[in-house]
DNA sequence: ACACGGTTTGCACGCGCGTGCAATATTCTG
DNA sequence: CAGAATATTGCACGCGCGTGCAAACCGTGT
């Protein structure tokens, strides 16, 4: 009794406290207001706990009167998780990155999870002021698309139990769920598709970014052309794999004595800005006089400026994973390794 | 003493106890191991509390050697703020918008804020649920993008302490603060140039969305050109303002028997699908035969393809002020409400 | 030796919630 | 109608943390 009266007393203090600032409703208040004890309220919001029809009515009414939500603050602090993921992103504004969070970000909250997201701003960075973060909001998985984690984030991340998710991060690091594209097939089969077009004088364009995936697309695309005795230029230009940087690659290319006639692009804006190049600045027709191959299939890719003849990365089926890993509460042996094969896309950028 | 055993108690069962799951480390672990009180640990992580170097040196190896990481959850319980901003978006894919969002994004975390991303399937919803869950992270403030909120739910996030931020959201909404562009003033912009291209058949291309600011930079261009005598044609084409759609409107405004020489698209997007149409499918030359104005100056907006001449959104500007207005403590009588002028950018797609 | 001002430390409480346990209310069975 | 079985309720504790308050500590001056 005297608990009850003391607490009774506090709801009312901050009522009409001093204080005076808007605060949030506590579940106290709404018991209080329906006159039932706050366990009641608890269990109200707590699917398949035991409450009666009537308590829940009342409950439920003094709740909507005095707007109450329930904290999943501190509801995480009891339960086991938070409902929050962790979305580790450089470069939110690439096409293809929005489209994944896109479809990550909507198949989390079918699922009653919600997305956090984390920029950083390099993408070679190891993120760990990023993944810092998602220990500090106990997140209750991490999605790593961008950045190269070091070693020792992740085996914190892992100690504390936190599920680690990294997507087209083809670094050896051993611990996290791993999802990845076969990007050598994929390349592979880009080789094939100029040859069967004709294609002779072949190039890539890459960035000196850097990255595993991407320098796995450019060296199997090499590889495979050499071994079939064909000459490639191999184009790398500045730090990162945008439009303009495929500008200033495909000037350079075109500017030498021995134009190509296939081009491989690592990534769709990459492509973009070269076609513009070739077609605007030097007459080209494609794929006429050019082809060009790209990777990731974003939405411009399909633009009638560009048809551009490209590699899907199915992000539906992508974030499908990604749910699923995030979600699972059995706590499995080994780490889960998807490899998704990308499939070829066509348009009107190639020769047929 | 007695209090002391049990929390040492408590803390060595959870290392070894039958649980075994792997769990976070808690602050009164390191005191443990740092031979220190839980107090001192709290104090070493939180700035301008008052610590000898020597425990906090302590302190910060057992920490380490631990791996842990403040709770910011539980943290959140009890200062006022949990250093959470919500973003309500509709559509992340769309450039613009994956634009705006890496600005926000970027910026919140400058000053030290998470941004946490909620998707509405539809921008005509009223985000309720996306409010809700708003409410329940305690949300130091949201961010609404897309969607209308209704009134009711607007006031319950405002009872609740919450600041609410609206960006582009032209309904007249008491309460929140409230971010926009001249819309109108931008629409009349347009029409003045092409005035001076020596246009004389405009048209309009907007989608059926029905949003405030689309629908007043219509309203706006329609209404100045009507006062100037000049025909307007308006179409209004599905239910999004993409590209595709403006491949469609743009198809049936170059079917009509007089031609529009120029055309105000209410976004880049669907200026994009009708330069597209116009010239592949029209052979039309732009700006030769017709001009072209859109809205926001997406990247894609610049691209040798297009060379659109548009109005920028200053999203760099925009953030600044979801910053300001999300960390600032002071309650403040009235909301704000900033309105920005959108500044023409000239580029190749209007006749001078 | 003592007093005094300043710094550091530990205790104890509360933030808002979920949940095991025992007490109570309700229904069912014979 | 008694007694058993079941449904509902309230109590009390703990989740991990910040912080006011008083005790303990340290150095200096007399």
Excluded at 5 to 30: C, Y
Excluded at 31 to 60: C, I, K, L, N
Excluded at 196 to 204: F, H, M, N, S, T
Aim: charged share 25%; net charge positive; with cysteine.
């Amino acid at each position: 009794m005297a608990v009850k009266k003391t607490s009774t007393k506090r709801a009312a203090l901050r009522r009409t406290g001093p204080a005076r600032h808007k605060s949030f409703v506590s579940a106290e208040q709404v018991a209080e207001r329906a006159g039932v004890s706050r366990s009641a309220v608890s269990r109200t919001f707590t699917p398949g706990a035991s409450v009666s029809e009537d308590t829940r009515r009342r409950v439920m009414r003094a709740a909507t009167e005095l707007g109450y939500h329930v904290n999943h603050l501190a509801r995480g602090l009891m339960r086991r998780s938070t409902g929050i993921v962790c979305l580790i992103v450089a470069d939110v504004e690439s096409p293809q990155t929005a489209r994944m969070v896109r479809a990550i970000t909507t198949r989390l909250q079918s699922v009653g999870k919600v997305a956090m997201m984390i920029n950083i701003s390099d993408p070679r960075d190891d993120a760990a002021d990023a993944l810092r973060q998602t220990l500090n909001y106990r997140a209750d998985a991490t999605v790593v698309m961008s950045g190269t984690p070091s070693q020792a984030i992740v085996r914190s991340c892992l100690d504390n139990g936190q599920r680690l998710i990294l997507i087209s991060r083809d670094d050896k690091i051993a611990g996290p769920h791993n999802i990845r594209l076969d990007n050598a097939a994929a390349a592979r089969l880009a080789f094939a598709a100029f040859i069967r077009a004709g294609c002779r004088r072949l190039a890539v364009i890459n960035s000196n970014l850097g990255t595993p995936s991407l320098t796995a697309r450019e060296y199997a695309f090499v590889a495979q052309a050499r071994a079939a005795k064909f000459e490639v230029t191999v184009i790398r230009e500045g730090g990162m794999t945008s439009y303009e940087n495929g500008l200033i690659a495909a000037r350079r290319l075109f500017s030498a004595e021995q134009r190509p006639d296939g081009v491989f692009c690592v990534n769709d804006l990459l492509a973009c800005g070269a076609m513009d190049v070739a077609r605007k600045e030097f007459g080209l027709r494609v794929p006429e006089d050019v082809s060009f191959i790209g990777f990731d299939n974003m939405r411009q890719a399909d633009w009638l400026s560009y048809g551009l003849t490209t590699f899907d990365q199915p992000v539906e089926e992508i974030a499908d994973n990604v749910a699923a890993l995030a979600t699972e509460n059995g706590t499995r042996r080994q780490p889960a390794r998807v490899e998704i094969l990308p499939k070829m896309v066509w348009r009107s950028s190639v020769r047929i």
